[in-house]
């Protein structure tokens, strides 16, 4: 067969693929947003053929020996489908290497590690959940192993996972130096007199907040005829280009909550509204990873969200649709509450200044873990004493500590540092905007995010998964990932608000 209807024929495959993914993932969206409660057990067996189904099309021999008919003339092709053709054999390697049998103990070990995890949460009783996190971490170590990881090197096949092209030994020097460069911001927000107001918002009504939202998220760009906005226990964003799904929550006692966890999902659904349609199913319509993901709901949560600007244009709404409830509450009460930082042992809780030492110390743990120089009966004492050196303080319970966090009882390891990595790459991204678009701020105060939201759809969102993370940042910023540009935004933000 000629290399053209191969190629052809790949592409082909990867968009089926991209399809069943997306049925998974709407069934996924369905079960958390709207799912009949006794109607559970239905999703379950739903969920599982659909999972059967894909893994069994996209492991198949066939999607093998084309992409090994195509590597044997990889030349023939243009540098973009051979893009495509790296990043697929990639991906089917990672599924067909790990024996059925290992994937199926996973699965079972994931499930019944979440709810021993819920059930040591509630308790506060790290012993409950201790075998469990035994086994996934052994579990995932195997996993690694198949596709030829071992020993340290495995939590570097987690990373590269989320965050394609990174290591523990390019991230580690990164996030010394953001510690090193917190120490010229944080003793001086903590030791400021100026402390963000307390008890500030009451009886925000749950459909004026939502109206306020999806005005937000329109002018923002968020495309609402090919999305949706709706409620969930946790928020997040799913879907694909043509049909984003974005979730909130709504708490009538705590309103920028709703409002930034929504800028945020949204911040995801513009990257994910503006990947290259044509190309979905490959690489080349693809996110990066979690890092560059995380990069865009940050920075419009963040950088734009948190801004003085963006509150110049929102205020005045924001004031008419809660007249009451804002009366008492002064332009600079706001802005505080909406800057507020304090030191919290709880990650989601914690404020863009902290929130990057709760994933120094997670990252520091998931490697001792997988070095074996920690054994998970260690864990709540190595968790207490990184805590009380990267945050000052021993959380209360290991409810508030080693069993706050969801992701290790699924085996997410190395996916802690994203957060991290998006954080610094958004303000790499916006020192990049400010430089390239002067006028930037004026026009965020003026309500327009059109030249903001355009600059990411060409200089981010278009390529797709073209280049890996640190490629990505160095092509755009002009410089390699670094946590500088992280420092000078958090001072340039920070210091003047608490500077007495
Ligand atoms: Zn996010």
């Not at 008919?69 to 990639?90: F, G, H, I, K, Y």
């Not at 699965?107 to 409950?128: G, V």
């Not at 996993?143 to 290591?167: E, I, K, M, N, W």
């Not at 560059?292 to 929102?314: D, I, P, T």
Request: aromatic share 10%; hydrophobic share 40%.
């Amino acid at each position: 067969m000629p290399i053209a209807s191969d190629y052809t024929a790949l592409t082909n495959s990867l968009k089926r693929l991209a399809s069943l993914a997306q049925v998974q993932d709407l069934l996924g969206w369905d079960e958390q947003v709207c799912l009949p409660p006794e109607s559970h057990p239905a999703r379950a067996s739903q969920s599982a053929l659909v999972a059967e189904l894909y893994h069994r099309e996209a492991s198949s021999p066939a999607i093998g020996d084309l992409l090994s008919r195509l590597e044997a003339s990889l030349s023939a092709l243009d540098a973009d489908a051979q893009l495509v053709v790296r990043d697929a054999r990639r991906n089917y390697d990672r599924l067909v290497r790990v024996p059925p049998e290992l994937a199926a103990r996973q699965a079972a070990a994931h499930s019944a590690a979440y709810h021993a995890w819920k059930t040591a949460r509630a308790s506060s009783d790290f012993s409950l959940f201790a075998p469990h996190l035994e086994t996934v971490l052994s579990l995932a170590k195997e996993r690694a192993a198949c596709l030829g990881f071992s020993g340290a090197a495995a939590y570097d096949f987690y990373l590269d996972l989320h965050d394609p092209g990174l290591t523990a030994t390019f991230v580690k020097p990164l996030f010394s130096s953001l510690k090193e460069g917190l120490k010229s911001v944080l003793p001086q927000i903590l030791n400021s007199t100026r402390k963000p107001p307390a008890g500030l918002f009451k009886d925000f009504p749950e459909d004026r907040q939502e109206r306020f939202i999806r005005d937000v998220l329109t002018r923002l760009g968020f495309d609402f005829s090919k999305g949706r906005l709706d409620r969930t226990t946790h928020p997040f964003c799913s879907g694909h280009p043509l049909d984003t799904r974005l979730t909130t929550r709504y708490d009538e006692q705590n309103p920028l909550d709703s409002l930034f966890s929504s800028i945020h999902e949204c911040g995801h659904g513009l990257y994910q509204q503006g990947l290259p349609i044509e190309q979905q199913g490959t690489a080349l319509g693809d996110y990066v990873g979690m890092a560059v993901h995380e990069s865009q709901s940050r920075l419009w949560e963040n950088q734009v969200g948190r801004s003085r600007a963006f509150w110049a244009f929102w205020e005045p709404r924001y004031r008419e649709l809660f007249p009451h409830q804002l009366a008492g509450v002064s332009s600079d009460q706001l802005y505080l509450a909406i800057n507020a930082v304090e030191i919290t042992p709880i990650r989601v809780d914690a404020d863009e200044v902290t929130y990057n030492l709760h994933i120094m110390l997670r990252f520091e743990l998931e490697q001792r873990l997988f070095s074996g120089d920690l054994a998970i009966k260690d864990l709540p004492a190595a968790w207490n004493a990184l805590s009380l050196d990267t945050l000052g303080l021993i959380p209360s319970s290991d409810k508030e500590g080693c069993l706050q966090d969801v992701h290790w009882s699924g085996g997410a390891f190395g996916y802690f540092p994203s957060y991290t990595l998006g954080n610094m790459m958004a303000a790499q991204l916006w020192a990049t905007i400010r430089r390239q678009i002067p006028a930037v701020e004026s026009q965020i105060a003026q309500g327009d995010f059109s030249a903001l939201l355009s600059w990411l759809r060409l200089n981010i969102h278009r390529h797709g998964k073209r280049y890996d993370t640190n490629t990505l940042v160095q092509t755009v910023t002009g410089e390699p990932l670094s946590p500088s540009a992280l420092i000078a935004y958090l001072r340039e933000r920070y210091l003047p608000l608490y500077s007495y």
